[in-house]
């Protein structure tokens, strides 16, 4: 099986897995993009998952303006479009929240993490031939969770029960993404992807990683705010620099 293939077969037995999930109180809505949003992923996978990667990027799950609803990962409508040239056809979920409409490529929301992450990558490589190139972007797990408000329920906040159901099967699927892409550096969007990629390296004795983080591009971070892109800009050639692999070329 080639590494587009191992990618997609990955992914579709995580959603499966994902669907198959039921999450109690506070959760009154789950949506999982790789399902009513498959054609999007699979897109994405086909046409930048096609061997291996010298850059492994891990975010955390989607946000309800990206991959919510394009189904690529940190996925800002623009970014997904122009950049990547990438649009598709996006079903809904069965339940939906009136306040987290599914429109798709339609949606005239911004994905604010999603912007400002393709758009360093767009400043450091151009374009995204030669970004994809180099390197591939996943979310650790692909569920959106919603409060009966609306509210956006994060992983860290559901029980531990659930959370540990969440982990199996997304640290089995990790593990088979970086093995089939098998790249030298492992960056965490943010600490929590990072402790999920050490986890996940760790279950790889075989193969050596250089792990890092970049700053988390989410605009409830004041961090973010104050300091992108000139520190996740920093941390990216930091660790490629450890790793031994070259700068970007617009770096």
């Avoid at 109180?25 to 699979?42: C, M, Q, R, S």
Wanted: hydrophobic share 40%; net charge positive.
């Amino acid at each position: 099986m080639n590494c587009t293939d191992e990618v997609l077969a990955a992914a579709r037995e995580l959603s499966a897995e994902m669907s198959a999930l039921r999450f109690a109180p506070p959760v009154a809505f789950t949506y999982n993009p790789l399902d009513y949003a498959w054609a999007g992923h699979e897109a994405y996978i086909r046409r930048f998952a096609t061997g291996p990667k010298q850059a492994f990027y891990l975010g955390m799950n989607p946000g309800p303006f990206g991959m919510a609803q394009t189904g690529v990962p940190f996925g800002e409508i623009p970014a997904v479009t122009l950049w990547m040239g990438i649009t598709a056809v996006i079903n809904r979920p069965e339940k939906t929240h009136p306040k987290r409409p599914i429109q798709g490529f339609s949606c005239p929301r911004s994905e604010v993490s999603g912007r400002r992450l393709w758009g360093l990558f767009e400043q450091l490589y151009g374009t995204a031939e030669n970004f994809f190139a180099h390197a591939y972007v996943a979310n650790y797990c692909p569920l959106i969770w919603m409060s009966e408000s609306g509210a956006n329920i994060p992983p860290t906040q559901l029980p531990r029960e659930q959370v540990s159901r969440i982990d199996d099967a997304c640290q089995r699927h990790l593990v088979r993404l970086i093995r089939a892409l098998r790249p030298t550096c492992l960056i965490g969007v943010g600490a929590y992807a990072l402790q999920q990629l050490q986890i996940a390296a760790a279950a790889i004795p075989e193969a050596s990683f250089t792990l890092g983080s970049i700053l988390h591009p989410s605009p409830a971070s004041p961090l973010s705010n104050k300091c992108w892109p000139d520190k996740p800009r920093e941390q990216i050639l930091d660790i490629l620099r450890r790793a031994q692999l070259p700068p970007p070329p617009f770096a």
